[in-house]
């Protein structure tokens, strides 16, 4: 139902949402009564809410029982009534990141957000890494093994080391070598990993067949170096989420802690934030699965001007601190942006 809501309609379920993310209980009317801006008196307060659990924003889960709120309910208070939460904790956020260096400790700086991130909101939080294919060269190291085996060492924008060794039939001359790996770092810095225009860039005028055989060797340690697009999930916030779990909350977070496991179903769950240029949330039955009926996600991307490169995300049981969680995913996505804008440049 969507059903327009009265002022205090809508005052008095922000008032059970809160209460009740608060508490973990049912709120009844006199839990409200007295209450700052409800200047009303109790059976007001009771037809309110019988009224809300009417249009469907509320239920009653035992006769003698306050009130929980619904899906519904929780969507129209995200929709309508979230505002941006508290100051402190996106400040908690930003400084977990302050003393990483960009350009050399990516993977340390997203695991430091995502453990700040969980302990902020005590949920579970997740964001994926930058895609392999999105990062762009930093250096190239080509080292002689032995007279017969030369091995290639890419570094990229994010930190990432990737290594090949090549076996040639006859000793390789140091000398090659050495011009090899200064030709590749001179035309390879700064573009894109796996890229196929960085095959045309080894060509250099007056090459001899032997180095132009030895470049063609070497170049499927720059051209294929990221085939594997698998994409890796940082997560924090465990702790927090199974030491939280009870009562109505613990169907909902064992089935998070399941979905955690399957990395690839919960990569689906993400990728739908990609796209977004807002904070996206996904609400109980918004996932499609059933055992997921009691939970809930925010998300946003993150990523350079023009293109997103992974996720922020908090999930949990749809109880959760929606103010908090919103603004606190919105901040992490800005301070990790932020961050790789110096990494991609």
């Known amino acids: 139902m969507n059903t327009a809501l009265t002022d205090r309609q809508r005052y008095i379920l922000g008032l059970v949402i809160d209460q009740h993310v608060a508490t973990g209980t049912p709120v009844g009317s006199k839990h409200l009564a007295g209450e700052e801006g409800l200047d009303v008196a109790s059976s007001t307060v009771r037809y309110e809410l019988a009224k809300l659990e009417e249009l469907g924003y509320l239920d009653h889960p035992h006769t003698s029982a306050g009130r929980v709120p619904t899906e519904l309910g929780y969507r129209y208070y995200v929709d309508h009534l979230v505002s941006e939460g508290p100051a402190g904790a996106p400040a908690v956020i930003r400084s977990s990141l302050e ?14 957000l995502a453990d700040a991130l969980g302990h902020v909101t005590n949920l579970l939080s997740v964001i994926t890494a930058p895609a392999a294919s999105a990062a ?11 007279p017969q085996l030369v091995m290639v060492v890419v570094i990229t924008s994010t930190g990432t080391v990737g290594k090949r060794v090549f076996s040639f039939e006859e000793p390789v001359d140091p000398g090659l070598v050495d011009w090899a790996g200064a030709l590749i770092n001179d035309r390879a810095v700064g573009h ?7 095959a045309g860039r080894f060509d250099e005028p007056g090459m001899s067949s032997v180095e ?8 499927p340690a720059l051209l294929e170096l990221m085939d594997d697009e698998a994409e890796l999930l940082y997560v924090g916030g465990q702790a927090q989420v199974i030491a939280s779990r009870r009562g109505a909350d613990l169907q909902a977070i064992d089935a998070l802690m399941r979905t955690l496991e399957e990395r690839y179903a919960l990569l689906g769950l993400l990728r739908t934030a990609m796209s977004r240029q807002e904070v996206y949330l996904r609400i109980g039955s918004d996932f499609g699965q059933r055992s997921l009926t009691g939970a809930s996600m ?48």
């Open 99 to 112: 003393a990483v260096e960009p350009r050399r400790e990516v993977e340390t700086a997203l695991t430091q």
């Open 212 to 219: 132009r055989d030895f470049i063609d060797a070497l170049a």
């Open 298 to 345: 925010v998300a946003a991307n993150y990523g350079i001007p023009r293109r997103n490169l992974g996720t922020v995300s908090v999930l949990g049981p749809t109880r959760m601190d929606y103010r908090l969680a919103i603004s606190s995913v919105r901040e992490a996505a800005r301070v990790l942006s932020d961050y790789l804008e110096e990494v991609y440049e």
């Open 136 to 146: 762009t060269i930093r250096h190239v190291e080509v080292l002689q093994l032995q």
């Open 192 to 198: 894109t990993v796996g890229s196929r225009l960085l």
